[in-house]
C-alpha cells in the first residue's frame, strides 16, 4: 500500500532540534524557506503526520535521513521512488542533501568505480564529510545500463536483523516488479506458520538472520540482467554498534556470500576506518581478515577545477557579487583545501558578508570559524577521534605529533623522535612509527620525500590550522 504522509519517529526530536539550533532555524523561518505551512513545520516536531514530500523536504534542510526519521512502521512506498529533489538551483547547504545534480565533478571517479567494480567489490573510505555518500548518491542516480546499485545509510542500524531487513526491504522493489521475492517469504512463512506479507520481519527471525542473509541474496541474484551492487554507507559505524562477535559474524557472513557468489558486489564506506573496527575484533580473539578480497579506495577532496565550479555555482545561486568570481572561487577552493563541505560553509558565510570580499576577507571567515567554539565546521571530530579509537599508550604519542606537526614545517622522523623522546610519556620509539602510520591511515597526516629526504606533515592545510588554534599553539 502506498503511503501518502509520515510521521517522525520521537527518538528524533533531539536530533532535529539539534539540527535548527546548529542552523539558526526557528520554525517560522523554515516553513518560509521551503515555502510550506508554518503548522506543517509544527506537525512534523510533534510527530504527526505530514505530506510524504514535505516531510522529506523538511529532513533534508534539516540534514537528517528522512528514512531514518520516519516512524518504523515503513509499508512499501511507491511514492518515494518518483519523488524530485527539492532544488534545481546552487544553494549553499553545508551538509545537507543535495540533489545528484548538485553534486559537482568526481565524474573520473565515478568510472573508475564503475570499472573497479566490474572486477570486484570495493571499501570506499576517507576523511569525513570528503564526499563519499555524495559520490556514492551520484553513482546511484545515474547507474551504467549493466549495474543495479542499491544504496543504503546504515547509521542507525543497531542489529544484525535490522541490517538484513533493510537489505531485504531494499532488494524486495526489484523482486516484487519481477514477481521473484520468495525464499524470504517463504522461510519466514514457516517460522511462524501463517503466509507472511508484510515488510517488516518477525521478532521470531531475529535469531535467523544469518539465513534471511542468504536467502535473500539467493532471490536478488535471479536478477540476472544486471550486476547487483550493494552501497552500504556508514559500514563502520553499525559494526561499531554491535558487540564485537556479533560484528565478527557479519563480516564473515558478507565475505563468505561474496565467494559464494561471485556476481554480488558490496561497496563498503564510511568515515571511521574499518581498521579500527577490525583491530578491536582481532585483540577481541578474530583472526580473520574479513575484507582482503575488497579493493580498497581513497576519497579525495574534489580536484581543484571542479571545486572551482561548484564555487562559482554556489557564489551565483546564491547572489553573492564579487569583483573578480573566477579569482575569487579559487582563493575560496583552495583556502578549504578543494574540500566540498567547506565551500558550502564558506560561501553561506560569504553570503551575509559586510565588506567587500577578497583574500583576506576569506582568510578571516576561515579562522573565525576554526576559532567558534560551537563547531559550526564540524571539525571537533579530529580530537575526539584520537580519544574514542587511540589507546592510552598512543594518545600522548598522537596529540604529542601533531601539536609538532601543526607548528612545524613537513618534519623527518628524526627530528620528530628528538621532540618526542624528551617528553615523559613518548619515549618509545617504535609505538612513535606505529602511531605515524595510524595517523596516516586516519587521514591527518601524510608521508612525503623532499629535500630533506622522507617528510611527515598534515595531509590538508585547514585541519593543521584547526589543530594549531583548538589546540591554542
Ligand atoms: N561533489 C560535490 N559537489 C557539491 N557538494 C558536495 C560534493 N560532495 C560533497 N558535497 C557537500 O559536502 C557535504 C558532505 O559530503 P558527503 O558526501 O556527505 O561526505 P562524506 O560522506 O564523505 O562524509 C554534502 O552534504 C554536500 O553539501
Ligand atoms: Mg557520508
Not at 549493466?146 to 543504503?152: K, S, V
Not at 564510511?270 to 580473539?285: E, R, T, V
Amino acid at each position: 500500500m502506498a503511503r501518502s504522509s509520515l510521521q517522525l519517529n520521537s527518538e528524533w526530536i533531539p536530533k532535529v532540534e539539534e539540527s535548527l539550533a546548529t542552523q539558526q532555524l526557528s520554525q517560522r523561518t523554515i516553513a518560509e524557506r521551503l515555502e510550506i505551512s508554518r503548522s506543517s513545520v509544527s506537525k512534523f516536531i510533534n510527530c504527526k503526520p505530514v505530506a510524504l514530500n514535505t516531510f522529506i523536504r523538511l529532513c533534508q534542510e534539516l540534514n537528517i535521513d528522512w528514512n531514518g526519521a520516519s516512524q518504523p512502521e515503513r509499508e512499501w512506498n511507491d511514492n518515494i521512488e518518483s519523488f524530485k529533489f527539492k532544488q534545481d538551483e546552487f544553494k549553499a547547504n553545508p551538509g545537507g542533501q543535495i540533489s545528484p545534480a548538485e553534486i559537482v565533478g568526481r565524474d573520473d571517479l565515478i568510472e573508475e568505480l564503475w570499472n573497479r567494480l566490474r572486477q570486484q567489490s570495493f571499501i570506499f573510505s576517507g576523511e569525513r564529510r570528503i564526499g563519499k555518500s555524495s559520490t556514492l548518491k551520484k553513482m546511484t542516480a545515474n547507474p551504467p545500463e549493466d549495474m543495479l546499485p542499491i544504496y543504503r545509510d546504515l547509521e542507525g542500524i543497531r542489529s544484525p536483523l535490522e541490517f538484513v531487513e533493510g537489505i531485504w526491504q531494499d532488494t524486495e522493489t526489484y523482486l516484487r516488479e519481477e514477481g521473484k521475492a520468495r525464499r524470504v517469504r517463504e522461510f519466514i512463512s514457516e517460522l511462524t506458520g501463517s503466509y507472511f506479507t508484510a515488510y517488516q520481519f518477525p521478532e521470531i527471525a531475529e535469531e535467523h538472520w544469518k539465513t534471511l542473509l542468504t536467502k535473500t541474496i539467493e532471490d536478488v541474484i535471479t536478477l540476472q540482467n544486471q550486476q547487483i551492487v550493494f552501497i552500504w554507507d556508514e559500514m563502520p559505524h553499525m559494526l561499531g554498534n554491535f558487540s564485537d562477535e556479533t560484528a565478527m559474524e557479519v563480516l564473515d557472513s558478507l565475505r563468505s556470500l561474496r565467494q559464494t557468489y561471485p556476481d554480488i558486489r558490496m561497496v563498503f564506506s564510511g568515515s571511521i576506518g574499518l581498521h579500527h573496527i577490525i583491530k578491536n575484533l582481532q585483540s577481541a580473539g578474530y583472526s580473520n581478515d574479513p575484507t582482503n578480497d575488497m579493493y580498497p579506495i581513497d576519497g579525495q577532496p574534489l580536484h581543484l577545477e571542479d571545486a572551482v565550479e561548484l564555487t562559482i555555482n554556489l557564489l551565483e545561486g546564491e547572489g553573492v557579487s564579487v569583483a573578480n568570481l573566477q579569482e575569487t572561487a579559487e582563493e575560496i577552493a583552495l583556502a578549504v583545501d578543494s574540500i566540498p563541505f567547506y565551500i558550502h560553509h564558506l560561501v553561506n558565510q560569504l553570503k551575509d558578508y559586510p565588506e567587500e570580499i577578497n583574500r583576506d576577507a576569506i582568510l578571516n571567515i576561515v579562522n573565525e570559524s576554526l576559532r567558534n567554539p560551537l563547531n559550526l565546521w564540524k571539525m571537533d571530530h579530529y580530537r575526539e577521534r584520537i580519544d574514542n579509537y587511540y589507546s592510552d599508550v598512543q594518545k600522548p604519542y598522537a596529540l604529542e605529533i601533531l601539536d609538532i606537526l601543526s607548528i612545524n614545517p613537513p618534519t623527518p622522523f628524526q627530528r620528530l623522535w628528538q621532540y618526542l623522546k624528551s617528553e615523559p610519556h613518548t619515549t618509545d620509539k617504535e609505538t612513535a612509527r606505529t602511531v605515524l602510520r595510524l595517523l596516516m591511515k586516519d587521514y591527518y597526516l601524510i608521508q612525503e620525500d623532499n629535500l630533506s629526504g622522507s617528510v611527515y606533515s598534515f595531509r590538508y592545510q585547514l585541519v593543521q590550522k584547526y589543530w594549531r588554534i583548538s589546540r591554542g599553539l
